[in-house]
């Protein structure tokens, strides 16, 4: 780290106001030279915002306030002026053309090229330098399409290193990451900062940011409250975290539930589904497994284990090919093989890639209410507009969505927020079955407690409540019951009382001569 002891930014008295909402009110932030400064908060309370400010998203002239980088007021009317300056940002929603290739990404719009012709062997030379430098062992002409979004990620970050970054903002980098590529990212941000480079994180994952960040921001209902030193005298909790962010305890993150359960619902046996593109190759193996009425029942595994082709070949089909098994509704066996069909037959299915497949982010929050069951509002083909007004705004109310109108562009909405819009969603197909996919991904920690009083709401009212997730911890808190798979076969099941992570993680890394319990 520099000897400067001049903050590299300070941002003083920024407040930024949209058409009725005022996102940001007077909030300082001050980040030392070469640390990792982690903004924390909850969904809306103004992080992205902040950062977009920053970053020149919202132009100089847009808001009230001074940004001073490096001792200099500036103001920024572009992303490309603040670029030149060195502050890179990396948003949620990668900025990559998956068609061209990783060096065509790295270098797009800044391209080695003299007299309009493009230098590829320099182009591809110091593409492969950067590549090397974040760690990233895929060559230059591989295209984008064709790697994870955990390399995506590295690929942004080494598109930031070619513009001679000094400050990288990253937004909620390992949202969509498994565990081992947000390992390795946050590897990337030590040694970044070895390097004398400064950044600032955007995350929900409070036991990332208590292994990466020197000091914490937190914000709330958009204004700065508190700046935390990571490795001062006294340790900085989760739980205090947490305090400052909510503006009150959550003594405990899981809401109590006692279920009341009923007669089966759903029932799975010999469950085999081949991969789309490869018949050969088996992605769930014999699956076996049951819900109840008013039971909530999850499903852990390490990532590739299949949980989310089990629930989407359950869905209707809609992944997977030469499925065979035996699908039962109340004891009855049933053939479903489309998604309409599923949605008919009252099974209900909430992606976790709520952003590309659960909802339409240019639509408003009525027409994506609705969008599941249009027949239930409409005549003749027409939909009723004074119904799905009434019905939608029924659902904001009850899921406490935190919007003016059901008229809002759901695109606009937080994190948590739209995660709401996509249960309404589903609730008003009325299913019988709600399978519900990493559904908190990306939330901060008091919506989550919302969601899982909903998901408790939704096990008492009589549904069977099938829920996937990567976190184990959440699994434990919420589920009655909850099964293990490993390479595509479920490789155990315990209920709750029994169970624990060490013996989830013991069924999750079975190998395939594993019994099921």
Request: hydrophobic residues 40%; proline residues 3%.
């Amino acid at each position: 780290m520099a000897n400067d002891t001049t903050p590299i930014l300070e941002m003083r008295g920024i407040t930024k106001t949209f058409p009725g909402v005022k996102a940001l009110s007077d909030v300082t932030l001050s980040v030392a030279r070469g640390e990792v400064h982690a903004i924390c908060g909850e969904n809306g309370a103004g992080k992205s915002t902040l950062m977009k400010v920053l970053s020149g998203v919202y132009p100089h002239g847009s808001y009230d306030g001074d940004i001073v980088f490096e001792g200099e007021t500036c103001k920024f009317r572009t992303t490309r002026d603040s670029e030149e300056r060195g502050i890179v940002i990396i948003h949620q929603e990668l900025a990559l053309s998956p068609y061209l290739s990783i060096a065509e990404n790295i270098f797009l719009g800044n391209e080695r090229a003299r007299g309009g012709v493009i230098n590829w062997a320099q182009t591809n030379r110091q593409a492969a330098d950067l590549l090397k430098r974040v760690g990233l062992d895929e060559q230059p002409d591989t295209k984008i399409m064709d790697i994870g979004v955990g390399k995506q990620q590295l690929v942004e970050i080494a598109k930031a290193l070619s513009k001679k970054v000094k400050l990288l903002i990253l937004d909620e980098p390992t949202a969509a990451l498994n565990d081992e590529d947000s390992a390795h990212l946050l590897g990337l941000l030590r040694l970044l900062k070895a390097e004398g480079i400064t950044s600032i994180i955007i995350s929900h994952k409070l036991n990332e940011i208590a292994a990466i960040a020197d000091s914490t921001t937190i914000i709330r209902d958009g204004q700065s409250i508190e700046t935390l030193d990571m490795h001062g005298a006294e340790p900085v909790s989760e739980d205090r975290i947490i305090r400052t962010m909510v503006g009150r305890d959550l003594e405990n993150r899981y809401p109590s539930h006692t279920p009341t359960l009923g007669e089966e619902i759903l029932r799975i046996e010999d469950w085999t589904v081949h991969h789309p593109n490869d018949p050969n190759r088996v992605v769930v193996d014999s699956a076996a497994l049951n819900v109840r009425a008013g039971e909530i029942v999850g499903i852990a595994g390490l990532m590739g284990a299949g949980r989310t082709e089990l629930a989407m070949s359950v869905f209707g089909h809609s992944y997977g090919a030469g499925i065979t098994g035996k699908l039962f509704l109340h004891g009855k066996q049933v053939s479903i093989k489309t998604v309409s069909a599923a949605i008919e037959h009252g099974i209900a299915y909430a992606t976790e890639d709520r952003k590309h497949y659960g909802l339409n982010l240019i639509e408003d929050i009525k027409r994506n209410t609705t969008a599941a069951r249009l027949g239930k509002i409409a005549r003749l083909g027409v939909v009723n507009s004074a119904k799905e007004i009434t019905i939608a705004d029924q659902f904001r109310k009850d899921m406490r969505t935190k919007t003016p109108s059901v008229d809002v562009q759901v695109g606009k909405l937080s994190g948590g927020n739209q995660q709401k819009v996509v249960l309404s969603k589903w609730l008003f197909a009325e299913p019988e079955v709600l399978i519900l996919d990493e559904p908190t991904r990306g939330i901060d920690v008091g919506a989550k407690y919302e969601i899982y009083e909903i998901i408790n709401k939704l096990a008492d009212s009589g549904k069977a409540v099938i829920v996937i997730s990567s976190e184990l911890p959440e699994l434990l808190g919420i589920c009655d019951r909850i099964y293990a798979m490993s390479q595509g076969r479920i490789t155990g099941q315990l209920p709750r009382e029994e169970a624990s992570q060490e013996s989830l993680m013991r069924y999750m890394t079975m190998e395939k001569s594993g019994a099921t319990r």
